[in-house]
């Protein structure tokens, strides 16, 4: 669902904008937005994923890994089935409980608990073909695609992508930070496990504090805009971990802005919570979620204080924006950056 949501929301970016997001200086993803920021970092635009993700079939148009563009899954890799090897017993990560409880703080809770889940028996195998079809090198011609993931080890947060970081292909980077503790299996990068980088922040705006953009745009699909209405337990368990989530990334909104920074927050509207419902992981209304994601991003960012923030962001590629005319085999390359 909160790929399905950030699907809607930057295809409303972009239309609200005239902007293509995956020109922007700086692409900061986790968990489900590192699959969409990769893949707008790699060049596909916005509403060529609200048309794919709707089951249009592009007959004649490839991607740059050459197979078939009406052959990719169109869940944006929210394919669940097992994985082969045999998990580990107990405990996924011991190293993380005793790094946590030895160094109090605020995400101490949130470490001993994803230490104490078992590994995950989740293949995150579709993820990663996800956004390699996108691609026909190991990382995105972006100068800063920055995919956060957590340490299995000490939960500390590793930013790949960035100068200094552990060197990743993109397809193992994005199964990292969505790899859900308990959930997905842990990815191994370069002798090290990883897993979602939500288990340090779902936002992580407060990396881009020393950066240079002055301004800063999220899509946070795991806060809340508006509090549930409903009694239903599930939903007001799911709103426990969306003011959490809130939390988090008013802070770091407040370090940014302390920096001298502009910054929008776009999140779910309680329209956007009914469709979207209390599972996070459900697959069913993707195609509604998505939907209704455009309309309400389009009308946050059209918000006064937003709308001027955003007014002068510069001019997109036509056809990154909308559909071209003429047959897909005509088209310019999808997936190729401007």
């Not at 994005?174 to 990883?194: D, L, Q």
């Not at 989530?245 to 502009?262: D, T, Y």
């Not at 776009?266 to 994601?293: C, W």
Request: net charge neutral; charged share 20%.
């Amino acid at each position: 669902m909160g790929g399905a949501w950030l699907t809607g929301g930057l295809e409303a970016l972009a239309r609200e904008t005239g902007w293509d997001p995956g020109t922007a200086d700086y692409i900061v993803g986790t968990s489900a937005g590192s699959v969409m920021g990769s893949l707008v970092a790699a060049g596909v635009p916005p509403w060529f994923m609200v048309a794919h993700s709707a089951g249009e079939v592009f007959d004649g148009l490839s991607g740059p890994d050459g197979r078939a563009a009406r052959d990719a899954d169109r869940s944006g890799g929210g394919v669940f089935r097992l994985d082969r090897r045999v998990p580990r017993i107990g405990p996924g990560s011991l190293s993380l409980i005793k790094t946590a409880l030895a160094h109090p703080g605020p995400r101490t809770a949130t470490a001993v608990i994803c230490g104490l889940l078992p590994e995950g028996m989740i293949s995150n195998d579709p993820i990663k073909d996800t956004v390699r079809r996108a691609l026909s090198t190991e990382w995105p011609d972006h100068p800063n695609l920055w995919v956060i993931a957590s340490d299995y080890a000490t939960g500390e947060r590793v930013i790949f992508g960035k100068p200094g970081a552990p060197k990743a292909e993109i397809g193992d980077a994005v199964a990292a930070s969505c790899a859900i503790p308990g959930f997905y299996r842990p990815v191994t990068i370069a002798g090290r496990r990883y897993v979602d980088g939500g288990v340090w922040s779902t936002s992580n705006l407060d990396i881009l504090r020393d950066e240079p953009p002055d301004l800063v745009i999220c899509l946070n699909p795991t806060s809340s805009l508006h509090p549930p209405q409903a009694w239903n337990p599930a939903h007001q368990i799911a709103h426990f971990f969306r003011r959490a989530s809130g939390r988090v990334l008013g802070s770091e909104a407040k370090v940014l802005r302390g920096a001298g920074k502009e910054v929008v927050l776009v999140q779910p509207t309680d329209e956007d919570h009914a469709v979207m419902g209390a599972n996070l992981m459900a697959t069913r209304n993707r195609n509604r979620v998505i939907q209704k994601a455009i309309e309400t991003v389009g009308r946050q960012l059209r918000e006064p204080g937003v709308r001027e923030l955003v007014r002068d962001l510069p001019a997109g590629e036509p056809y990154k924006l909308a559909r071209p005319d003429g047959p897909p085999e005509t088209w310019p390359q999808i997936g190729a950056r401007a």
